[in-house]
């Protein structure tokens, strides 16, 4: 992009205070991942928008995003690094290096963040203004070797960061963020996968169950319920279909429903599609509020200004992919095209 184009550019979306982004992984090994922003009133979606800006690419398999202040964090999981740049102009800021296979980042405050790896056995520490690797949280001193503690989504509460250990695991680890270290771990159902918190202050956990042949082992995908004063488990629900791998499990604004994809990777399963139950519930529901159809439901995202849902269809898992705009009644508002593998989503509001 030439100098006035830059300018045109960065007139056009300096005033951006609200959109989604929607973070495409690419393929594997391909270096073909990018960030897409759809803005909501206008019903627009522009591609690919960190390379027509930086004329940099992302990299290979975008992950996932953050955003604290005016920078957004863009962590790209098999090329080891994080990009940063400005979150209304699309302007590269900075990168952070020297990362395992990095998933997702999380701010406990303005001088410090944790950075999950599917990986290196440890929660790495940054210093957001600096830009820079601080430190480490040790996740290997558990009891059995056979644990790896990849880790995946971080929640905080209060001084507590919950983080999901998904591949081969059946963990979620309690961290202290005040001394940056591991106090406990909780066991719920094998590869938990998302997690919420709810309005109840208890934490929500959907496990996927592992996979046929699996040296971990497979089971019946499950969701718990866990009462954070003594870390125990309220209750369970456990899905009929041994194939299900339900996945991304969110809450609406007011945090007493939940949302999730129940589906499989072969996308063969019945009754696939969006299911939505509230945390009241003694049962699991038995039908998709939104059924997948023809497409292949990735990802699954709630806009709790509006309480919207935006799904994501891979398709094939090789072509651009589409996202799925939809109201919490299941009702379509719209429909639009993004990049390869559309895997998470990141709301920007107005402050």
Same mark, same amino acid.
């Given at each position: 992009?030439?100098?006035?184009?830059?300018?045109?550019?960065?007139?056009?979306?300096q005033?951006?205070?609200?959109g989604?982004f929607?973070?495409?992984e690419?393929?594997?090994?391909?270096?073909?991942?990018?960030?897409?922003?759809?803005?909501?009133?206008?019903?627009?979606?522009?591609?690919?928008?960190?390379?027509?800006?930086?004329?940099?690419?992302?990299?290979?398999?975008?992950?996932?995003?953050?955003?604290?202040d005016?920078l957004?964090?863009?962590?790209?999981?098999?090329?080891?690094k994080?990009?940063?740049?400005?979150?209304?102009?699309f302007?590269y800021?900075?990168?952070?290096?020297?990362?395992?296979?990095?998933?997702?980042?999380?701010?406990?405050?303005?001088?410090?963040?944790?950075?999950?790896?599917?990986?290196?056995?440890?929660?790495?520490?940054?210093?957001?203004?600096s830009?820079?690797?601080?430190?480490?949280?040790?996740?290997?001193?558990?009891?059995e070797?056979?644990?790896q503690h990849?880790?995946?989504?971080?929640?905080?509460?209060?001084?507590?960061?919950?983080?999901?250990?998904?591949?081969?695991?059946?963990?979620?680890?309690?961290i202290?963020s005040?001394?940056?270290?591991?106090?406990?771990?909780?066991?719920?159902?094998?590869?938990?996968?998302?997690?919420?918190?709810?309005?109840?202050?208890?934490?929500?956990?959907?496990?996927?169950?592992?996979?046929?042949?699996?040296? /971990?082992?497979?089971?019946?995908?499950?969701?718990?319920?866990?009462?954070?004063?003594?870390?125990?488990?309220?209750?369970?629900f456990?899905?009929?279909?041994?194939?299900?791998?339900?996945s991304?499990?969110?809450?609406?604004?007011?945090?007493?429903?939940? /949302? /999730?994809i129940?589906?499989?990777?072969?996308?063969?399963?019945?009754?696939?599609?969006?299911w939505?139950?509230?945390?009241?519930?003694?049962?699991?529901?038995?039908?998709?509020?939104?059924?997948?159809?023809?497409?292949?439901?990735?990802?699954?995202?709630?806009?709790?200004?509006?309480?919207?849902?935006?799904?994501?269809?891979?398709?094939?898992?090789?072509?651009?992919?589409?996202?799925y705009?939809?109201?919490?009644?299941?009702?379509?508002i719209?429909?639009?095209?993004?990049?390869?593998?559309?895997?998470?989503?990141?709301?920007m509001?107005?402050?």
């Amino acid at each position: 992009m030439d100098d006035d184009a830059l300018r045109d550019f960065t007139r056009l979306h300096q005033n951006n205070k609200e959109g989604v982004f929607i973070i495409n992984e690419g393929n594997f090994n391909n270096s073909n991942a990018s960030l897409s922003f759809y803005q909501r009133d206008k019903k627009t979606v522009e591609n690919n928008v960190f390379y027509n800006t930086n004329a940099l690419p992302l990299g290979d398999i975008a992950q996932s995003m953050n955003i604290q202040d005016s920078l957004a964090y863009i962590v790209i999981n098999n090329s080891g690094k994080i990009y940063i740049f400005n979150k209304n102009t699309f302007q590269y800021s900075g990168k952070i290096t020297d990362l395992s296979s990095p998933r997702y980042i999380h701010f406990v405050n303005k001088s410090k963040a944790y950075v999950s790896d599917l990986y290196n056995k440890a929660i790495t520490i940054i210093d957001p203004l600096s830009q820079t690797i601080i430190g480490y949280i040790p996740l290997d001193n558990h009891q059995e070797d056979f644990y790896q503690h990849s880790t995946e989504q971080m929640l905080q509460l209060d001084n507590k960061v919950y983080v999901n250990c998904w591949s081969y695991d059946d963990k979620i680890l309690v961290i202290n963020s005040l001394t940056d270290k591991l106090e406990d771990s909780i066991s719920v159902g094998k590869q938990p996968n998302s997690m919420i918190i709810d309005q109840n202050y208890r934490l929500w956990v959907l496990s996927d169950g592992g996979f046929k042949g699996s040296s /971990f082992g497979q089971e019946k995908a499950s969701l718990s319920c866990i009462n954070l004063r003594n870390l125990k488990i309220e209750k369970q629900f456990i899905f009929d279909d041994i194939d299900a791998s339900p996945s991304h499990l969110q809450t609406n604004i007011t945090k007493d429903s939940l /949302f /999730f994809i129940y589906g499989n990777w072969s996308g063969n399963l019945a009754n696939s599609g969006i299911w939505a139950m509230s945390i009241y519930d003694q049962t699991l529901p038995q039908k998709a509020l939104i059924p997948q159809s023809d497409a292949m439901f990735y990802s699954l995202a709630l806009d709790k200004k509006n309480s919207e849902l935006y799904i994501s269809d891979a398709k094939d898992f090789s072509q651009n992919g589409n996202v799925y705009r939809y109201s919490c009644k299941g009702n379509i508002i719209d429909t639009f095209k993004v990049g390869i593998n559309p895997g998470n989503f990141y709301f920007m509001y107005e402050e």
